[in-house]
Nanobody, 114 residues
Framework: VQLQASGGGLVQPGGSLRLSCAAS????????MGWYRQVPGKERELVAR???????VYADSVKGRFTISRDNAKNTVYLQMSRLRPEDTAVYFC?????????WGQGTQVTVSS
């Protein structure tokens, strides 16, 4: 599975961004898709994930501000980020899980700063 992420950038605190991640290649059987983030010196952490049936999980720090969604017809997962905070600054990675394998996108930088 190849994952192509887009949508990162610089935004002011309180602003919004939408990340997109399109899957291609061996996409059959993908059940979980999600977003993780990482800052230098820290481990990569889960932001949100969504199952093929629409079940979602969010990190406590983003609940109520971020929304993950999925377009199965387009094999694309989205992360709508609102009320962004400086501590949301990180490289965001999309992830896709199918039986026996997990794939990662290349990462997209999100910077929240005034």
């Amino acid at each position: 599975v190849q994952l192509q992420a887009s949508g990162g950038g610089l935004v002011q605190p309180g602003g919004s961004l939408r990340l997109s991640c399109a899957a291609s290649g061996s996409i059959a059987g993908i059940n979980l898709m999600g977003w993780y983030r990482q800052v230098p010196g820290k481990e990569r952490e889960l932001v949100a994930r969504i199952g093929s049936g629409g079940f979602t999980v969010y990190a406590d720090s983003v609940k109520g501000r971020f929304t993950i969604s999925r377009d199965n017809a387009k094999n694309t997962v989205y992360l709508q980020m609102s009320r962004l905070r400086p501590e949301d600054t990180a490289v965001y990675f999309c992830n896709a899980v199918r039986p026996g394998s997990a794939s990662w996108g290349q990462g997209t930088q999100v910077t929240v700063s005034s």
